[in-house]
């Protein structure tokens, strides 16, 4: 009965992802570990990797630090730039604590519910578009969702869409999205605005170049937030547009 709870758990997460974009692998294999899932998203600079680890746990479990120590080292085998946690319990204190150092994404109960929640109502939308328009689909869609106790309505999912989004125009959107259009936004304001600071209230060269890097890393992370839809891609397309920002930009100092 776990064993069929896990799976569902599994097939669940992996509908998720393929929704997302994601080139999903179930039950994938290396040399030493069996991961639940393995997903790839195509970007523009190339292939992610995302290693995800499906626990089907008593909601009194906590998941700690050997599933994340397990998890790096399937990472590091498929040389993976990503690893999601997901658990139908929580995590202990030191496993969070961890997973914020090594940039792994948690996902516990609670943001499990919400996901699940907003995944429904993705998949009735279209449906309820069809009804509209006269046509109808008798086959029912089978959503997975942990075995709950009473949970708040504020609860958030980490992969789901987001909600009170700022309108952006189309155009827009979809020029921010191109990842390589997204760093080269990211270099020039942050350049210009460092530039500003450096004139206007007369900071050293080293402290603007110092100022630049921290506006790169706050605009890598907050135009993906506004722009994407699904929350892995935005930590996945930030870390990726700070890495390469900052780089050019500590070109553009040393030069």
């Known amino acids: ?12 997460i992996a509908k998720v992802m393929e929704d997302s974009g994601f080139k999903v692998y179930k039950d994938f294999r ?22 995800v680890a499906c626990k089907n746990y008593d909601e009194n479990w906590k998941v700690g630090m050997d599933v994340l120590k397990e998890m790096e080292m399937a990472a590091k085998t498929l040389k993976a730039s990503k690893i999601v946690i997901v658990t139908t319990s929580d995590f202990s204190s030191q496993a969070r604590n961890y997973a914020v150092k090594r940039n792994m994404k948690l996902i516990d109960r609670k943001g499990l519910v919400k996901i699940a929640e907003e995944f429904s109502k993705r998949i009735q939308a279209p449906e309820e578009e069809e009804d509209e328009e006269g046509y109808y689909d ?35 959107k979809g020029l921010l999205q191109n990842t390589v259009i997204l760093i080269v936004t990211v270099v020039i304001i942050s350049f ?31 135009i993906p937030y506004i722009v994407e839809d699904d929350g892995a891609v935005v930590m996945i397309k930030g870390t990726i547009v700070f890495f390469s920002s900052l780089m050019i930009l500590v070109i553009m100092i040393l030069i």
């Open 1 to 12: 009965m776990e064993e069929l709870k896990k799976k569902k758990l599994v097939d669940f």
């Open 30 to 51: 290396t040399s030493q570990h069996i991961v639940d899932i393995y997903g790839i998203l195509p970007t523009t600079l190339g292939d992610i990797g995302v290693v």
């Open 138 to 172: 008798e086959e029912e869609v089978e959503v997975y969702s942990p075995p709950t106790t009473v949970l708040g309505n504020s609860t958030r999912g980490l992969l789901s869409k987001k909600e009170h989004r700022t309108p952006v125009a189309p155009l827009v």
């Open 192 to 222: 210009l605005l460092a530039t500003l600071l450096q004139m206007t209230a007369g900071l050293t060269t080293s402290l603007a170049g110092v100022m630049k890097i921290m506006i790169a890393a706050a605009l890598s992370y907050c």
